[in-house]
C-alpha cells in the first residue's frame, strides 16, 4: 500500500497548571500502518491522544485529517471524522447482546429492525474474524472478545484513525495473536492505528513504525527495521542501557547470619478461589515468584497467603511457629505485606492525597485511634518519596492525577513503611514504562540483599527470571513444578507448563 499521509499533528503544545504536558509535539500517520506510541509514564502519550479525540483543548498547533485542517473540540468531532479510541477498560455494557453493544445510540427512531440489525452485526463480525455471535450477551464473551467488539463498533462508524490503548493488558497469548491478525485486516483495509502498549515483544511483532516521547517532548520517529530493542530503550529513557538483562548481577545476596532461614512456610493452603491445595515456603533474603499462563492461579496463590480470600484449610508457619492468618490484618500483623495485581481496584484510594495513601497500612497496623502527626506523617511520605523517587508536585496531591508507574510506586511505599519481612508483589510493574520496571526490580534485588523476603509475580517471564532465584510453575490452578540454579530459563518453564508434572 502507497504511504498516503493520514493523520498530521504538527507543533502540539498543552500544559496543565505547572507541568507542561507537551511541547512543540509532532506526529504523523499514514494509511494502512501500524504506528506504536511509546513512551514512560508521564511521557504525553495520554495527553497527544486526548487532544487528537477532543477530551483536552490543544494550547497551540494544529491537525490536519487527509490533508484537511480539522478542529476537534469534543469526541463527538473526533467520532465524526473517524477518528476512535479503544481503552484498555472496556467502556461497552456487558449486560446488552454483541449487537446491541455494536449499534447502541445509533437508532433512527423507536422501531428498530433487530432482525436486520443482527444480520449486520453477523456480518461485520465475520469480515474482521470475530468469534461472537451478535445475539450472544457481552458479558458471556472472553475480555479479548469483547475487546475485538469494541474494535468492529469503530471500524462500523466509518473509521480511518483508531487507537489502541493498552489493548492487550489484560490478555493472553492465544489472545493477542487474535488481536494482532484482526489489526493487520485493518491495516490491509486502509486504517491507520495507533497503538499505545508497554509490550516491547508487541511492538516488534506487529507494529511498521514507533514514535517515542519524553518529557512531553518528540524524542523522534523511526522505521521498526531501524530501531533495535536496546536503543528503543535508551531513547525511552534518555540514558544508553547496554542491556537490561544483568540488574541481578548488580546487587549482592543476603549474607546474615541467618541467611536460608524459611520465614513462612505453608502446607496444604486452600482458599476459595479454586486452587488446588499447595505447599509453599520463602527463606530469608530470598525472592521466588510464582509463573504460569493468565488464570493458572498465580495470584490465587499469594492472596491466600496474605488471607485476602477466605481460607478453607491449610497449615500456616511464621518462623516455624504456627500461626493463623484468615484475613490480611492477620498477614500483616506477622510481618507480611502485598502489593495487589490491581492498583485501580485493590490499590490506590484516589481521593486521598499521596501522603494518605502511603501512611494507610501503617496507621491500620497502629490503629485509628492513635493517628500519626501531621508532622510524623509528612515525614513519612517525604521519605520515600524522594526514596522511590515519587514524580509528585506536593504529597497533598491527590493519587489519581499521578501516572499509574508513580501511583504503583505510592503503594510499593506503603508496604515498605511497614517495615515488612515478607514482601508479596503481584504484577508490580504492569502497565508503567521500562524505566519504573528496571527501578521496582532493582528495588526488590536491594531488599532482598539487606535480609527481606520477596515473592514476585510477573506475566513478563523474562522479568522473573532476571528477580527471581527459585520459581514455583503453576499450570489449571495447581502447582506443577519448581525451578532454580540452571533450570531457570524460559525454555525449562515453558516445558514445565506444558509437560506439568
Known amino acids: 500500500m502507497n504511504e498516503t499521509t493520514l493523520l498530521k499533528m504538527r507543533g502540539i503544545v498543552k500544559s496543565f497548571p505547572g507541568v507542561r504536558a507537551l511541547q512543540n509535539v509532532d506526529f504523523t500517520l499514514n494509511k494502512g500502518e501500524i504506528h506504536a506510541l511509546m513512551g514512560e509514564n508521564g511521557a504525553g502519550k495520554s495527553t497527544l491522544i486526548k487532544v487528537l479525540t477532543g477530551v483536552y483543548p490543544k494550547d497551540a498547533g494544529n491537525i490536519e485529517l487527509e490533508g484537511k485542517a480539522v478542529a476537534i473540540h469534543s469526541p463527538q468531532d473526533a467520532q465524526n471524522l473517524g ?67 469494541a474494535i468492529a463498533r469503530a471500524v462500523d462508524m466509518d473509521c480511518k484513525v483508531l487507537i489502541l490503548d493498552e489493548p492487550t493488558s489484560s490478555l493472553d497469548e492465544q489472545e493477542v495473536e487474535k488481536l494482532f491478525g484482526l489489526m493487520r485486516d485493518l491495516k490491509e483495509m486502509g486504517v491507520g492505528i495507533i497503538f499505545v502498549t508497554h509490550f516491547l515483544d508487541q511492538v ?89 499462563l493468565l488464570g493458572s492461579g498465580r495470584s490465587e496463590c499469594v492472596r491466600a497467603i496474605f488471607g485476602a480470600d477466605r481460607i478453607l484449610g491449610g497449615k500456616v508457619k511464621v518462623h516455624g511457629k504456627d500461626v493463623k492468618i484468615n484475613k490480611p490484618i492477620d498477614a500483616m500483623r506477622n510481618g507480611i505485606a502485598y502489593l495487589p495485581e490491581d492498583r485501580k481496584i485493590d490499590g490506590i484510594i484516589g481521593d486521598l492525597s499521596v501522603r494518605e495513601n502511603i501512611i494507610l497500612a501503617l496507621q491500620v497496623l497502629t490503629g485509628f485511634f492513635k493517628p500519626f502527626s501531621k508532622a510524623e506523617a509528612n515525614a513519612f511520605a517525604d521519605e520515600f518519596i524522594e526514596k522511590l523517587n515519587i514524580k509528585t508536585s506536593s504529597a497533598d496531591k491527590p493519587i489519581k492525577a499521578l501516572s499509574g508507574g508513580n501511583q504503583q510506586k505510592v503503594i510499593l511505599a ?31 534485588l536491594e531488599l532482598a540483599s539487606e535480609g527481606m523476603s520477596v515473592t514476585f509475580i510477573s506475566s513478563e517471564t523474562d522479568e522473573m527470571l532476571r528477580t527471581c532465584s527459585r520459581l514455583v510453575v503453576m499450570r489449571d490452578r495447581k502447582v506443577v513444578g519448581e525451578l532454580t540454579g540452571d533450570d531457570l530459563t524460559q525454555n525449562k518453564i515453558m516445558a514445565t507448563i506444558a509437560g506439568g508434572e
Open 204 to 292: 516488534y511483532e506487529v507494529c511498521d513504525k514507533i514514535t517515542v516521547l519524553r518529557d512531553g517532548q518528540l524524542v523522534g520517529e523511526y522505521e521498526i527495521k531501524d530501531l533495535p530493542r536496546v536503543q528503543l530503550v535508551a531513547k525511552m529513557l534518555g540514558k544508553e542501557m547496554d542491556d537490561l538483562s544483568d540488574i541481578k548481577g548488580e546487587t549482592n545476596e543476603y549474607k546474615g547470619k541467618d541467611a536460608g532461614e524459611i520465614v513462612f512456610e505453608a502446607k496444604d493452603l486452600q482458599s476459595d478461589a479454586g486452587i488446588k491445595p499447595f505447599d509453599f515456603f520463602i527463606k530469608k533474603g530470598e525472592v521466588n515468584g510464582f509463573t504460569g
Open 83 to 149: 477518528i476512535s479510541t479503544v481503552y484498555q477498560e472496556i467502556t461497552l455494557c456487558p449486560n446488552l447482546t454483541v449487537a446491541e453493544n455494536m449499534f447502541i445510540g445509533r437508532g433512527e427512531g423507536v422501531l428498530t429492525n433487530w432482525k436486520q440489525i443482527n444480520a449486520d452485526a453477523d456480518k461485520l463480525l465475520q469480515s474482521l474474524d470475530i468469534p461472537a455471535k451478535a445475539t450472544q450477551q457481552l458479558s458471556n464473551c472472553s475480555i479479548a472478545v469483547q475487546q475485538m467488539v
Open 414 to 444: 506503603r508496604w515498605l513503611l511497614m517495615h515488612p519481612e515478607y514482601l508479596i508483589l503481584d504484577e508490580p510493574t504492569r502497565g508503567i514504562d521500562v524505566g519504573t520496571k528496571v527501578a521496582i526490580q532493582k528495588l526488590v
